[in-house]
């Protein structure tokens, strides 16, 4: 294993094997040729007895070469540690961080390729190229679409809702790591695993919206754009299946500077939460004219007109039929067209909106609108643009 990790050719070897059979084969060739013997009906057993879900084994004190990517931070003792894992040149074209995580765990090789750094050699990436742009967004809103179509550029790497990065960042926050640790984290994730990445993009979770400031100080070349929807369908959205930050306690909120979630009675707690996202949005959005601002009602159209020209991304005209394969696709769920629902969640919008809570949340939303209204003429249109003008479906 020492070896693999310290050799790239060994490593694309091993990430191009199959299955465990396949694995074995090459393990062991890999081994004859260091002149280390081998008996392939026991590396076959000990390879399908390795736990994927154990703990790694394998300890460096810097991070491994570009073909790994952070998956999450873990307490070892009273110490912090990074798992990493093999990615094997594959791009990230899952809708969530996890999704692409799933993918890599499930290759062969990392039941031999995971290994573990120390908390602190994140900061050994901080340098490496930052985000072009962030993606804040108050859930439920199209910001997957966003990002999927922005994935479907060329040469380009769209990192969507990482938890070792909230991870990383709620410890920022709390005063436990040096700002170093979050950029290396986003250094690592967004890193070039093709040699050939021109764009960075980070879709944030909606929660870090809270913390846009401390993200603009750690990031200052990134460009920031918001992405919202209706109160009451975002509401219904959320008490059909509800997101993390919507269910109180799961997000330590006093990491973010919000105080007071303890005494927000439960049924009034995600239109709450949602306004407080919306409203730090709004407030930055007043302030910073760079900012950009997109309603729902505006996709997938927005996503060439606006969102590219306010990233600095010119698309080829190979990227613009990409992006509209991609808005076409259900965001969330494979093989799904669209399916207009923004009537069936107006249909219950009497009930989520009689809550005072609930009539803020539109009050804001309304003056998220009046700040586009009133910010000067439309990014132009990049040539082509039109061919991305196709209906996406959000069903939740």
Request: a negative charge; hydrophobic letters at 50%; charged letters at 20%.
């Amino acid at each position: 294993m020492t070896a693999a990790l310290a050799d790239e050719g060994v490593q694309r070897a091993l990430v191009s094997a199959s299955d465990i059979a396949a694995l074995a084969d090459v393990g062991g060739a890999i081994l004859s040729r260091m002149g280390a013997a081998c008996d392939r009906a026991l590396l076959t057993s000990a390879l399908r007895d390795a736990r994927i879900d154990a703990a790694p084994t394998h300890r460096l004190d810097t991070p491994p070469p570009r073909q790994w990517l952070p998956v999450q931070i873990y307490s070892e003792g009273s110490d912090l540690s990074v798992e990493w894992l093999h990615f094997a040149s594959a791009p990230l074209v899952e809708p969530f961080f996890e999704q692409s995580v799933a993918r890599a765990r499930a290759l062969p090789a990392n039941r031999l390729l995971r290994c573990t750094t120390p908390l602190a050699a994140l900061e050994r990436l901080a340098d490496e190229p930052m985000p072009d742009g962030f993606v804040f967004h108050m859930s439920r809103c199209g910001s997957t679409l966003v990002a999927q179509m922005l994935a479907a550029l060329d040469r380009t790497v769209v990192v969507a809702e990482a938890p070792p990065f909230d991870f990383a960042l709620q410890l920022y926050l709390s005063g436990q790591v040096p700002a170093a640790v979050v950029r290396g984290m986003i250094g690592a994730l967004a890193r070039d695993r093709t040699g050939d990445i021109e764009h960075r993009f980070v879709k944030l979770d909606a929660w870090h919206t809270l913390a846009l400031d401390p993200l603009a100080l750690l990031f200052p070349a990134a460009r920031r754009m918001f992405a919202f929807r209706d109160a009451s369908e975002v509401i219904v959205s959320q008490m059909r299946r509800p997101g993390l930050h919507v269910v109180p306690g799961a997000i330590a909120l006093d990491a973010f500077g919000v105080i007071g979630a303890d005494r927000i009675a439960e049924d009034d707690y995600p239109a709450w939460v949602l306004d407080r996202i919306c409203r730090a949005a709004a407030d930055a959005a007043s302030l910073d004219p760079t900012m950009l601002l997109l309603d729902y009602a505006d996709l997938p159209g927005a996503v060439a007109q606006a969102i590219l020209p306010h990233f600095r991304v010119t698309p080829s005209p190979r990227s613009l039929t990409a992006m509209a394969e991609a808005s076409d696709r259900d965001t969330k769920t494979a093989g799904r067209k669209f399916t207009p629902d923004a009537a069936n969640k107006r249909a219950e919008a009497d009930r989520v909106m009689a809550g005072r809570f609930a009539t803020a949340l539109a009050a804001t939303i309304e003056r998220l609108r009046n700040i586009i209204r009133a910010s000067p003429g439309d990014c132009p249109t990049p040539p082509g643009s039109e061919r991305a003008n196709v209906r996406v479906s959000f069903n939740f």
